[in-house]
């Protein structure tokens, strides 16, 4: 008996070791991610790097031999119309999708379902982005007339295609916690079908749902294969979504093989990368204080 | 005595299962009806049929004809508009996530009333009604989710008289209430019985005795015998399995 228990007590704390251990190990990752792409830019960003120029200005000539300027504006317009472009499709398809397969579907069309949301999911990068390049460059060329398919349209939709998936999975949990309860005691008061999605489901299920569409923009702003390929890969500042652009992430792909090592131009690319840490950091706080605001409401 | 519900031969059936047995009674207007019967008898059943929630359970199948008012509520198309006419109290209480206010002016609103005036006069009468305006009037606007058990409760009454139903059901409501909300509760039924029916669950036998007009018993699906509460709580029902259970003999 004592012996059964000293074992237990023993298990007991080595899991609870282990445990511990990942837990740590998680924020060590985190914090060690952040350290070397730090440590990497870090000469040039304290030293020759003028922050304000690289924050204001549209020219990004990292290779020029007379004058190099080092200017992320136009990159960071284009991440920033192509996410917002692929978030203003993703979301509103995404959710409705998520709706219709929580509350509208029957149990073998929602498997079905399922099934095509998590293939999609699970298509790679590098497809889409074959996709963006062959299928729908040819189509946006036939249906705007354009010189060119490879744009921040081209981008947008790719990119809500990838973010889809997820706002439907991470969406439809969201409201299969919603307890049943509540849609008894509404239906039971006489509201349509309608009038409980939106006056019960979608406020009983809105930090999930927030979190989907989150979940989404850091798909989007973090992919880097599909959009370099779907994009055009021109540094411009776009006006309007038949431009080609390209993205922070894109550069940094495609540009960290070219830069010699610890040259200034290989420092401003780690650079970007804290940028865009920084980026998905405000994103992630923003969402979490809007969560926490609603909680305490 | 004017009929508000005519019930015959109920039978519904969850798969293999028959929860009703072929069941026939009325429920008159402006009664307290008690319904009685031990655990799994069939009892939230019988309210599911009708106001026709029982259609979101898969597998269940219903037969027989129930009318309100002479209509068969089958043949109603829009059952939006027959779920408004019916109160629901479920055991536990379900305080929708929204506002206390929201919570009570949820029906009012998605049948369509949009006056605030209107609204605001509703929502104090249904909280008066349900004996628990005096502690919530302050604070309207937090959520109903925070009340207590008891309160929530008294909510969903609220809730359940702010379509301003001819019927309103109640599901064995005083589970997660103490007892002298339930006594208050039960003042409030009282004083709704000249404007609405009752049908009152539940577990609680002195409840339907103190409360109730007549008391039907159910068993296993089947009705074991309804009559007026002189007669089921006397020392000659007409079954003696009621007198049994009334008196707490068996079940
Ligand atoms: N959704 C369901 N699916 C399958 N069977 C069900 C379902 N709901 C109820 N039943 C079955 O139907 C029978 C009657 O259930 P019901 O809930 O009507 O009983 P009740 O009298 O309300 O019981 P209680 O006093 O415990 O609330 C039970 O045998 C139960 O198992
Ligand atoms: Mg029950």
């Known amino acids: 008996m004592i012996n059964r228990s000293r074992l237990e007590s023993v298990t007991e704390r080595i899991i609870e070791g282990i445990i511990r251990f ?41 290779t020029s031999v007379s004058n190099k300027r080092y200017g992320v504006l136009a990159l960071l317009a284009g991440t920033a119309s192509v996410t917002a472009l692929s978030m203003a499709i993703a979301v509103p398809f995404g959710l409705g999708a998520a709706i219709f397969v929580s509350e509208f ?36 060329i036939d249906l ?49 079908r309608w009038q409980v999605i939106y006056r019960v489901l979608l406020p009983a299920g809105k930090n999930g749902l927030l979190a989907a569409v989150l979940l989404g923009i850091g798909r989007a702003v973090g992919e880097t294969m599909a959009v370099l390929m779907a994009t055009g890969h021109s540094v411009q500042f776009p006006s309007n979504i038949l431009d080609s652009v390209r993205t922070l992430t894109a550069t940094i792909a495609a540009e960290l093989g070219e830069a010699p090592v610890g040259s200034d131009h290989y420092q401003v690319l780690f650079i970007i990368g804290i940028l865009l840490f920084t980026i998905t950091f405000i994103v992630n706080l923003a969402s979490d204080l809007v969560v926490k605001g609603i909680r305490n409401k | 005595m004017a009929k508000k519900i005519e019930i015959s031969n109920l039978r519904v059936r969850y798969g293999q299962k028959e929860a009703l047995k072929g069941v026939s009674f009325d429920v008159h207007k402006n009664e307290i009806l008690g319904v009685v019967g031990p655990a799994q008898s069939g009892k939230t059943t019988l309210l599911k049929v009708i106001n026709r929630t029982i259609e979101f359970i898969p597998g269940a199948r219903v037969e027989g004809t129930v009318t309100i008012d002479g209509d068969n509520i089958q043949s109603i198309k829009n059952v939006n508009e ?10 536990l209480p379900v305080g929708l996530p929204l506002s206390i206010y929201d919570n009570v002016a949820f029906a009012p609103r998605a049948a369509g009333l949009r006056d605030k005036s209107k609204l605001d006069e509703l929502v104090e009468r249904c909280l008066i009604q349900s004996a628990l305006w005096d502690e919530v009037k302050d604070r309207l606007d937090s959520l109903g989710t925070k009340l207590s058990g008891g309160q929530q409760q008294r909510l ?55 409360l109730c007009n007549r008391t039907a018993f159910i068993l296993n699906g089947d009705l074991i015998e309804i009559d007026s509460n002189e007669v089921m709580f006397s020392d000659n029902p007409a079954q003696k399995m009621t007198y049994d259970y009334v008196h707490g003999n068996f079940g």
């Open chain 1, 22 to 62: 990942c837990g740590f190990s998680a924020i060590l990752f985190v914090f060690g991610i952040f350290f070397f792409v730090f440590r990497e830019g870090s000469g040039f960003l304290f030293s020759g790097l003028d922050i304000g120029q690289f924050l204001t200005s549209p020219e990004w000539f990292p």
């Open chain 1, 105 to 140: 579907c029957g149990p073998k069309l929602k498997e079905t379902f399922k099934i095509v949301i998590e293939l999609l999911a699970a298509i790679p990068s590098v497809v889409w982005g074959f996709i963006g390049l062959t299928v729908m460059n040819g189509v946006i």
């Open chain 1, 144 to 192: 705007f007339d354009a010189p060119i398919g490879l744009t921040v349209l081209n981008g947008g939709i790719i990119l809500a295609l990838m973010s889809v998936p997820i706002i439907v999975s991470i969406g439809e949990d969201a409201l299969k916690a919603v307890p049943d309860s509540y849609r008894e005691a509404a239906e039971a008061l006489g509201a349509t």
């Open chain 2, 82 to 91: 027959l779920r408004r006419k019916i109160g629901m109290v479920f055991p």
């Open chain 2, 156 to 210: 969903t009454i609220a809730r359940a008289l702010s379509h301003q139903p001819e019927i309103l059901c109640l599901d064995e409501f005083s589970i997660a209430v103490d007892p002298v909300t339930t006594m208050r509760i039960e003042d409030v039924l009282k004083e709704l019985r000249s404007e609405v029916t009752i049908i009152l669950v539940t577990n609680l036998v002195q409840q339907a005795r103190r």
